[in-house]
């Protein structure tokens, strides 16, 4: 059976320090409908900083 598609989306995370460096991944927009923020590992900052979701 096809699982329902539509529930998952892919996003993008942005760095808040220096706004280059993205990551990829996807999130079920009805279990989470508020932006997305996680704290990754940055290669232009060297240092583990929050990146938030942006817009496409």
Do not use: D, Q, W
Request: glycine share 2%; net charge positive.
């Amino acid at each position: 059976m096809a699982e329902n598609i539509g529930t998952r989306v892919v996003i993008f995370l942005e760095c808040i320090n220096c706004n280059l460096f993205r990551y990829t991944t996807k999130k079920n927009r009805y279990n989470t409908s508020m932006p997305l923020a996680l704290k990754k590992f940055c290669p232009f900052c060297l240092k583990h900083t929050i990146h938030k979701e942006r817009k496409k």
